[in-house]
């Protein structure tokens, strides 16, 4: 992730220039009749380089940016999900298929599916249907160890996916890309790995069951595994550099293993990249929570399964969490005054909300409680949305800082008193989490799995 | 390995717009100051394209085409190896490196050697300065399996490296890249890996010392052994697409597997890959004999050696074994008719040399005897330079034939009585291959390397 500007920095007349060389490169494919991937990947490139140049040019009215390396919006309230609903073509979490998850389950919804943090989904309804007639599925999630320290928003996906983890007694395979951050950051292969390793601590310390979990490190499986690095390679003929171009914008100077890296993190979206718990069996549904920006990734294993002979992995979506300074762009490690981490203490906690957390509460004591303050815009309100489980406390919190009965300093305290609790004891699990424990985790192995 | 015309199927005018655009790209790298490394592979292309372009306009006069698929020239003596030295900027195998060798090793030299079969090399003074030095190397050679036949064509690198491994007591690692003929082919993962196999036999059949020799699928072997593939994503990082398209042709519309794939080529060429036999020692140096079109490889590999911190790997380069119509293009195993293969019966071996080997002879016998035979483009006479060891019963035959005191039938005849035994001894030393050989063969294990 990073800033607004995107890490491709590219300014409105080298935007035009590239979309005018994109339009020529559509019709001379349309002209020479090329194959319809290739054409159909250069006519994505080209909308999206479109909604590039709009956006630049257009300002503040531009749409938000979201892919796996940027997430930017100029509005305070964060990201339009119902536009990005409309613009990655997938559905919306709407009451219906919450009430069904209630009714499959068993379960009262988790929060973050009560709340609309995980907004948007693609085959939710496919999975349940499967499970009621006794067909189990699998959940996978993975994440980018770019450095030794998670913050709090790393957490969303996998405080859901232990939820759906409990609710459904399903197995989770957990990805760790390692490979990918040393194929992107200036970091060593060792340091990588570590990073991977003691993510993978926090990973565990979330609470998943060991014996429906298999944690693993890219570096270390692709060298384990021969199923996997067989579907790593099916995915890897079955996608061409123009596709990868048009979903992740590619370019000729990139290297050759970004480039075929994508293909990487779709081979766990198929069942027999895992014989240890599947055996050989190819059809077992896959079913993929994470934050919307990895939908890219998922768009395009979409595309491929079928012509490979797979199911296609299902997905439920979340939003960003809010980075303290603002629900402009997303918590990002890199930005140590931007996040909360999950090694932060009480005090820095402390600090780190009263200095830095954007507030919607009005200039003075006065005005607020005169005019009331914005939870909509106001970063520890939505914090607490994240993580207060109490459905009516947050609506009064709600309604009594709007009406401007709670003030600032009141409101940073209750995120303050949640957050210090929560990171204790998510340090106190951690700290319980041997290597010999981190070990068993992170092998190939049986897990509890009914077929 | 595919006809004259290349499998990219262009024309001049398709060619010449091409070799435009390329040049207009040059300058605008050179323009944007853009790294050393995508301005030289934008260079390279940009020659390759001239190169081709001559050869399309000139005809005749224009350039051998060779590279990993295309081999072929319109001179029937053919490929013009002293102009392919210069234009890869290798070195020529001369009579001081044959000499050196002898010294060395304490051996004559092989008939490939005395006779410039293995013509051209990189760093081989390098390896034997070493080995002098009490320090060793390790040989690795490799195969596409591309179906489960092999003609006598591809036993050249491995005969040449059988007698490497023995006169200096070497390991010796084979890969078998079934990934890149799945990437390549119209065939199945399960397809490739067991022509993988089935080639596997007919190597071993070649008489490699199982004590000193393993031979791996990349299938199975990248999901056996970690190092290796880290090596290939350290290999993989530092390659960009600029470069790949450059020394290989890639285009935007090539699967990212073959994208990434030259990366799985590189990573033998590195001791670390091997951790059963070398530990985790980096600083072994490889030397890799083959045939010149495999070359593009290890030149990329060369660059970044040194860029991820290991030795270069040293090369010996062989000329092609001709087809039977004649040198202008190699033995092909997808053409029957173009090859001998080594699953051939006697009367198979012999009908197809009576029917198909290229004469150099002249048409009646009269003609012949008055003005003599052309042994520079009589296959026969080519087949006796790679298989018959007595140099002076060679130099015998050559002067016979060019006299005219040796007829073609008769020529014809003395290879066929060479060929006949050699395969038919092959064929009986593959029937002794059993499964459990090929196991030993092609498990991860330490082998006899002293340290």
Redesign the interface.
């Known amino acids: 992730m990073t800033d607004c500007q995107g890490d491709r920095g590219n300014g409105p007349m080298e935007l035009y220039e590239k979309l005018t060389q994109q339009g020529d490169k559509v019709r001379a494919l349309k002209t020479d009749k090329?194959?319809k991937a290739?054409v159909d990947a250069a006519v994505q490139l080209l909308l999206k380089l479109k909604v590039d140049y709009k956006q630049i040019t257009d300002g503040a009215d531009g749409e938000d940016t979201v892919d796996p390396w940027n997430v930017c919006t100029s509005n305070a309230k964060g990201v339009d999900y119902d536009k990005l609903i409309v613009r990655f073509g997938s559905n919306k979490v709407d009451k219906d298929l919450v009430d069904r998850i209630e009714k499959v389950s068993g379960q009262k919804p988790h929060r973050f599916l009560r709340r609309g943090i995980f907004f948007s989904h693609r085959d939710m309804h496919q999975v349940l249907d499967s499970y009621e007639k006794q067909k189990p599925f699998y959940l996978y999630t993975g994440r980018g160890p770019s450095s030794d320290s998670m913050h709090v928003g790393h957490l969303i996906p996998f405080i859901f996916t232990k939820w759906l983890q409990d609710v459904f007694d399903i197995p989770l395979v957990v990805q760790l890309t390692d490979?990918e951050k040393?194929?992107w950051k200036d970091l060593t292969?060792e340091q990588c790995h570590s990073f991977a390793v003691e993510n993978a601590r926090d990973i565990i310390a979330c609470g998943f069951d060991v014996n429906k979990t298999f944690i693993f490190s890219d570096?270390?499986y692709?060298?384990?595994?021969?199923?996997?690095?067989?579907n790593v390679?099916?995915v890897?003929?079955?996608?061409?550099?123009?596709q990868?171009?048009g979903i992740f914008g590619?370019?000729?100077?990139?290297?050759?293993?970004k480039?075929?890296f994508?293909?990487i993190q779709a081979a766990p979206s198929f069942s027999n990249s895992f014989p240890h718990i599947f055996g050989s069996r190819k059809d077992i549904q896959c079913l993929i929570p994470c934050a919307i920006d990895q939908d890219p990734y998922f768009r395009m294993t979409r595309d491929v399964a079928p012509r490979i002979g797979y199911p296609k992995p299902a997905l439920l979506h979340s939003t960003f969490f809010p980075a303290l300074q603002g629900a402009q762009t997303k918590m990002s490690a890199s930005d140590a005054n931007s996040s909360i981490f999950l090694t932060d203490s009480p005090k820095q906690i402390k600090n780190k909300v009263n200095k830095h957390a954007f507030s919607g509460g009005k200039d003075t004591v006065e005005e607020h409680r005169k005019y009331g303050g914005n939870a909509d815009v106001d970063v520890s309100f939505m914090y607490l949305t994240f993580f207060l489980e109490d459905d009516e406390q947050l609506e009064k919190i709600r309604q009594d800082y709007t009406s401007g009965a709670l003030l600032t300093g009141e409101l940073k305290k209750l995120l303050i008193e949640t957050l210090q609790p929560m990171i204790a004891q998510h340090q106190e699990r951690r700290k319980q989490v041997t290597d010999e424990i981190v070990k068993q985790f992170m092998t190939p192995r049986p897990l509890n799995f009914k077929h």
Request: hydrophobic share 35%; with cysteine; aromatic share 12%.
């Open positions: 090329a194959e290739d490979d040393y194929l292969v570096l270390d692709m060298g384990a595994c021969p199923d996997f690095y067989r390679v099916k890897q003929k079955h996608v061409t550099f123009n990868v171009k590619f370019t000729d100077s990139d290297c050759i293993g480039i075929s994508p293909a």
